[in-house]
């Protein structure tokens, strides 16, 4: 119910020939509500008796079973209105499945959501790291995003494959990109980084030896989300999102080269220069004032894989091909060299 005092007042501007819209605009209530408290009699009421008038409940068939359903819902609070109403039909119940459904959306329990804890880093602290796939006419490709978290300044590539030289290569695009480079990057389970998560289980994290190798190499940790706890790495994937809404819907590529274009003029002229939703300040703006200075220098020149290159294999020669002498030796008799010898050849 409305607040008593509330009500008293309203109904005290309302005398005072106030417009709806008014009243809406000294005292913060809608003028929806004011309407539903006018439409369903609650300011028509004697305000000046200190008491509400109290509204006498009409009998329903349903009454005499609502403890039934209240009790089997907190037992079970799954259960569907049809099950209920087969159990209320079998303890006496006459009336319809309507009355029954409205009573049971009204007090069927519902569990308390997970609270989704927002969690802000420091300048310079985190990246977070993901892959996207979009299908564009003439093939598929992944865009790489990495986002600062304090700054949300964002940096995005599309590649054709998914593989650890790409990761490799575009993160230190984006540390050029950025200037400098994170004290840490967060991973959602990436394989070419995370090699197993044995968390869960009380294990360890394994990455991969070569990006671990990387990770030293520009000084940065590595980091990863739990197992279905994604949403601890929301400041990417939405991202991901807005790459999807604002970038690619509704435009046309030419093909790779103007992907790269598009993707360049839209990250300096749209997505790092927009007033973002969440810090309520330009991504740039904030990333130069606050973030630039706190990322670690780069490093004197790129990583250079370990991993050996296959070996090149070398060309067969069929079975059938001729093999031609280099040398053509004539054979002929030790009589005919003797001759040679006396005739003094």
Not at 44 to 68: H, M
Not at 136 to 159: E, I, M, N, Q, T
Not at 169 to 182: H, I, S
Not at 192 to 202: A, F, K, M, N, T
């Amino acid at each position: 119910m409305f607040g008593w005092e509330r009500l008293v007042l309203l109904r005290h501007l309302l005398d005072q020939g106030l417009s709806k819209a008014s009243i809406a605009r000294q005292t913060g209530v809608s003028r929806r509500l004011i309407y539903h408290l006018l439409r369903t009699g609650q300011l028509d009421r004697d305000l000046g008796t200190g008491s509400p008038r109290v509204r006498v409940a009409r009998a329903t068939k349903l009454g005499p079973y609502t403890a039934i359903i209240t009790t089997r819902l907190a037992t079970y609070p799954e259960l569907s209105a049809v099950r209920l109403f087969d159990e209320v039909r079998a303890a006496g119940y006459g009336g319809g499945i309507t009355q029954l459904r409205d009573f049971v959306a009204h007090v069927r329990p519902r569990p308390e959501p997970e609270p989704v804890l927002r969690f802000e880093t420091p300048p310079g602290l985190q990246a977070q790291v993901d892959f996207a796939e979009f299908a564009f006419p003439w093939g598929k490709r992944h865009a790489l995003l990495v986002v600062l978290g304090y700054s949300r300044l964002l940096w995005l590539h599309f590649y054709p494959r998914q593989t650890m030289a790409t990761v490799i290569a575009g993160l230190e695009d984006a540390f050029a990109y950025f200037g400098g480079v994170p004290h840490e990057l967060l991973f959602d389970q990436m394989k070419s980084v995370i090699l197993e998560d044995q968390r869960p289980d009380g294990g360890k994290l394994l990455e991969n030896a070569e990006f671990l190798r990387f990770a030293a190499h520009w000084g940065f940790r590595i980091r990863a989300c739990r197992p279905y706890r994604a949403q601890t790495k929301g400041k990417v994937e939405r991202p991901v999102g807005y790459v999807r809404g604002n970038f690619v819907y509704g435009r046309e590529f030419l093909g790779d080269a103007d992907l790269d274009a598009q993707r360049e003029q839209w990250l300096e002229g749209t997505a790092n220069v927009r007033l973002h939703g969440t810090t309520g300040e330009v991504p740039r703006l904030r990333f130069e004032r606050d973030e630039r200075v706190t990322l670690l220098p780069l490093a004197a020149r790129p990583y250079t894989t370990l991993i050996p290159l296959p070996p090149r294999r070398l060309r067969q020669i069929a079975p059938t091909a001729p093999v031609r002498p280099l040398l053509t030796v004539e054979r002929r008799p030790l009589t005919t060299y003797a001759a040679l010898v006396e005739a003094g050849v």
